[in-house]
């Protein structure tokens, strides 16, 4: 009985000993599960996940896998076929940066520089020269974007040995196809063409105005850019800092790149609610108040500066970017992008601008003596000593622009982007870097 009683003492050892393992294991998998909702919880608070549901996500595959890429695997990519040109061109999109036997080193906080062009060589001249006299700028790499190709536009920029520089070309710029999609097509109906009885193709605007490969090329250059830049290049591996965007008609004042580094550095800290830094009032006319604070305001187009988890919020309304009626990139994302964000879109910068817009005298610059503008491939505008030094104080407070004016939530649109081929190829250079495409 002794011997039986042992063992039955034994199997009972050991069921009890089976029940802790299994409520081991259970309390071990709700953890997880608790850790991992947490995770995911603090992600979405970040921005890098949207918070509402959606229908697929992929890693970039770039950088950290905490950044993730929305898409929508019910949509179909597609690009037209290339021509000659365009192949070209995208080959030499993969070459590696110049200038690096003078630069071999980045600065380890440094902020990346993208001009994008079109074909204005004696204003991007201009603003190469202004760029060279930018203090700091030998420690980072200037990117620029070509909307199509221009042997002289292309002649400035590799002439530039002031810093790292790379150049990239849109492969499918209205600009390189001059007999199809996206440029003129045959059989395209163009202005207000009745498409029943000119036997044509094409989807008119809200206006009644079918496309125009020259407008249209404008937000389809951004939009590309904007893809490549942050998802394409191998330049931009595992790269989460600040990117400066400007064009060929911004002129950088000397004191640009280190009032920016310091714009940066203050804006978790003075303006966590900023997603951006900028080198101008979002007024094109304005070159600041001269206030001793820090102005927050609605987001500019002139030296605009963010990092990837703003770059995310914004590749995921690539729907409401590509199918808004508007062919500026600047108002469509004024008028339907920033405002589906759901809170205020500000941006940080000094009182003082640091980056100049200008254009022909005697249009919609250069009216007054103090305005800058361009008149015979001369720049009339003075740089002052106050824009050759870091001119923003890091005790500053924050002056907030609460109602301003400017395009707003519900504007519908100047038009110029109704044609369906437009949208799709917008929305496809959302995807293309994210997984495969076919061609049209």
């Known amino acids: ?187 395209d109906c163009r202005d207000k063409d009745n498409p029943l009885e000119k036997n044509c193709r094409g989807n008119t605007d809200q206006y009644g105005n079918h496309r125009s490969p020259r407008i249209v090329s404008l937000k389809h250059h951004w939009w590309w850019m904007m893809n490549t830049v942050w998802d394409g290049l191998p330049e931009m591996h595992n790269f989460n800092g600040h990117i400066l965007f400007i064009e060929e008609d911004h002129f950088i004042l000397p004191n640009a790149y280190r009032n920016l580094q310091l714009l940066v550095e203050l804006k978790p800290k003075k303006c966590p609610q900023c997603y951006a830094a900028n080198l101008a009032p979002s007024d094109v006319k304005s070159r600041g108040e001269g206030w001793e604070s820090l102005i927050a305001e609605r987001m500019g187009n002139i030296g605009y500066t963010f990092n990837r988890t703003m770059w995310r919020k914004i590749h995921a309304k690539a729907k409401e970017f590509c199918n808004f009626d508007e062919y500026n990139w600047d108002i469509t994302m004024w008028s339907t992008v920033y405002p589906s964000f759901g809170t205020p879109v500000y941006t940080l910068r000094g009182s003082r601008s640091s980056a100049v817009h200008f254009g022909k005298c005697g249009l919609h610059q250069g009216q007054d003596a103090a305005s800058a503008c361009v008149d015979d491939g001369e720049l009339k505008f003075q740089v002052e000593e106050a824009d050759r030094v870091c001119n923003i104080n890091p005790d500053w407070s924050v002056h907030f622009f609460q109602r301003q004016s400017g395009y707003q939530a519900g504007f519908k649109g100047w038009g110029g982007w109704g044609d369906e081929r437009d949208r799709r190829l917008c929305l496809s250079f959302a995807y293309i870097y994210h997984q495969h495409h076919s061609h049209q």
């Open 1 to 187: 009985m002794a011997f039986n009683r042992r063992n039955r003492l034994k199997d009972g050892n050991s069921s009890n000993s089976g029940l802790k393992r299994a409520l081991l294991l259970v309390l071990v998998s709700v953890s997880a599960v608790l850790a991992l909702t947490f995770l995911l919880k603090q992600r979405i608070k970040l921005g890098s996940i949207p918070s509402s549901s959606s229908p697929s996500y992929t890693s970039v595959g770039i950088e950290d896998d905490s950044i993730l890429v929305q898409l929508d695997p019910s949509f179909k990519p597609e690009l037209p076929k290339q021509n000659d040109l365009s192949l070209s061109l995208e080959e030499r999109n993969r070459l590696p940066p110049r200038n690096t036997d003078l630069f071999p080193s980045l600065a380890k906080d440094h902020i990346k520089i993208v001009l994008y062009v079109h074909n204005r060589p004696k204003y991007l001249d201009i603003v190469v020269k202004s760029l060279s006299q930018v203090d700091g700028i030998g420690e980072t790499l200037l990117i620029v974007s070509h909307d199509g190709y221009f042997p002289e536009m292309d002649k400035i920029i590799q002439g530039i040995r002031f810093c790292q520089v790379k150049q990239i070309y849109a492969p499918y710029s209205p600009h390189l196809f001059p007999y199809s999609f996206p440029g003129v097509s045959p059989g």
